[in-house]
């Protein structure tokens, strides 16, 4: 398996416009997680999904941030409209949710809002 | 919710010597505890991990100890070395719990020659 998949690595973007990051998870993983990451805070988890259903998005910072999980092999994490603290790493990670097992992250994708 | 605790944010050490990160967490319900490395520029993975019914493991350099009892568990490196220096951030996690896991906010160990 190739690992935990994110597009883009990079994306750099102006104030107000809309981004979507994607998650392609390892296959047989059924726990999704959306992560971001910032010097300050270090690894805040904004939203996980169980089989495809979103469990906790109590750590989404406001109304601009949605995440979608439409089949078991795709995530989405959407800011609307984007604004420059929202700059950081995106991290996705997924593991297998039965048991508690190691969360695999992929590279990230880092973005930045100016 | 769960919240995991981590100190200190940074640490510095001498190569050869030992380096100790220390995490607490409020949930006494959670039950695995992972530790995870990263590098500047990469993703976190997985060193080592801790279930609720072990009080100690060991991996040759590394080993973590939990205290279910006051909740904390923490990471030691021992005989340190400059490819040890990195972001390292302990986790916890519930069976069962729906399965989050939540994160410390990390300590920047540097392994100094």
């Known amino acids: 398996d190739a690992g935990v998949i994110q597009s883009p690595r990079h994306e750099v973007t102006e104030m107000g416009q809309e981004v979507t990051l994607r998650c392609k998870p390892i296959s047989g993983h059924n726990s999704l997680f959306w992560y971001r990451q910032t010097m300050m805070r270090g690894l805040e988890l904004l939203i996980y999904?169980?089989?495809?259903?979103?469990?906790?998005d109590s750590g989404m910072p406001e109304d601009r941030f949605s995440a979608k999980m439409p089949n078991a092999s795709f995530s989405t994490l959407k800011i609307q409209p984007s604004e420059p603290r929202d700059s950081a790493v995106y991290f996705c990670?997924?593991?297998?949710?039965?048991?508690?097992?190691?969360?695999?992250f992929g590279q990230g994708t880092r973005l930045t809002v100016v | 919710g769960e919240n995991v605790e981590q100190h200190p944010s940074t640490l510095s050490v001498q190569e050869g010597d030992s380096a100790v990160i220390k995490c607490t967490y409020s949930d006494s319900a959670s039950n695995y505890f992972p530790w995870y490395k990263q590098e500047l520029g990469k993703r976190p993975q997985l060193i080592i991990d801790?279930?609720?019914?072990?009080g100690e493991k060991k991996d040759q350099r590394i080993a973590v100890t939990l205290n279910k009892t006051a909740k904390h568990f923490s990471l030691h490196i021992t005989e340190t070395q400059p490819e040890d220096s990195a972001v390292y951030f302990c986790a916890a996690s519930i069976t069962g719990g729906g399965n989050k896991l939540t994160f410390g906010t990390g300590t920047q160990l540097k392994v100094e020659l």
């Open positions: 990670a997924s593991r297998i949710g039965v048991e508690n097992t190691e969360a695999f």
């Open positions: 801790i279930r609720s019914n072990v």
């Open positions: 999904f169980n089989n495809n259903v979103p469990i906790d």
